[in-house]
C-alpha cells in the first residue's frame, strides 16, 4: 500500500502535466511544429546527398538510392502534415499562409518534388552521370517552394 499522501502527489502532478499538454497542445501550433519537423527531416535525407555534389563526400549510388527512398517517403507527407490551414492564426511558424491561398500551386510543388526525388533514386541505379543530373531537379523542387511558402 502506498500512503495516501503519494496518491494525493501522483493526482497533483498529473493534473500539472494534463494542464500542461493542453496549454501547448494547440492543435494550430502542434500543425506548426509537425510541418517544421517534417522539413527538418527532409533537411536530414537530403544532407548525406547534397554532400556527394559538394565535394564533402563521394557519391555513393546505394546510400544516395536509400536516401532519395526516405525522401519520396517524406515528400508523400507535404499534403497531408500542411492540410491544417493555420493562415492568420497566432502560431510560431515560418511557413507563409499563401501555402492555404495558392493550394494548387502548393501541392504542384509538392508534386515536383515527389516526382523528383522517385526519378534521382531511380538515376542512382543508372551510374553517377545519370545521377549527377536527375540531383539538380531535385534540389530545385525543395528550392523552389521555398522561395514561395517559407519565410526567412
Ligand atoms: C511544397 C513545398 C516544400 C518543398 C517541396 C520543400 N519544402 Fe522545405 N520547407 C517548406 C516550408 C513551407 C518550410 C517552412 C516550415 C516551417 O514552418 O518551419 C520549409 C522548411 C524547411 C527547412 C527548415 C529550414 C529553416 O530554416 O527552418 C528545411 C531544412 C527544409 N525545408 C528542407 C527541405 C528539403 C531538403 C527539401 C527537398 C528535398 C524541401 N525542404 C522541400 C516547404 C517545402
Redesign the pocket.
Known amino acids: 500500500m502506498y500512503p495516501i499522501k503519494n496518491l494525493i502527489c501522483l493526482s497533483t502532478l498529473l493534473v500539472i502535466a494534463v494542464s500542461a499538454a493542453s496549454h501547448t497542445g494547440d492543435d494550430d501550433q502542434i500543425a ?1 511544429v509537425n ?2 519537423s517534417l ?2 527531416v ?2 536530414w ?2 544532407k548525406p546527398i547534397a554532400d556527394m555534389y559538394a565535394g564533402k563526400a563521394t557519391f555513393d549510388a546505394e546510400l544516395a538510392a536509400l536516401q532519395a527512398t526516405r ?1 519520396v517517403q517524406l ?1 508523400e507527407m ?1 499534403a497531408p502534415i ?1 492540410s491544417r490551414n493555420t493562415a492568420g492564426k497566432k502560431v510560431s ?4 499562409d499563401l ?1 492555404w491561398e495558392t493550394p494548387e500551386d ?1 501541392r504542384l ?2 508534386e ?2 515527389l516526382n523528383a ?1 522517385i526519378d534521382y533514386r531511380e538515376a542512382t541505379g543508372q551510374g553517377e552521370a545519370s545521377a549527377r543530373q536527375a540531383f539538380k531537379p ?1 534540389a530545385d ?2 528550392k ?3 522561395e514561395d ?2 519565410s526567412e
Open positions: 506548426a510541418r517544421h522539413m527538418m527532409m533537411g535525407g537530403m525522401l515528400a507535404i500542411f511558424t515560418s511557413t507563409l501555402v502548393f510543388k509538392t515536383n518534388l526525388a531535385l523542387g525543395c523552389g517552394c521555398h511558402y517559407k
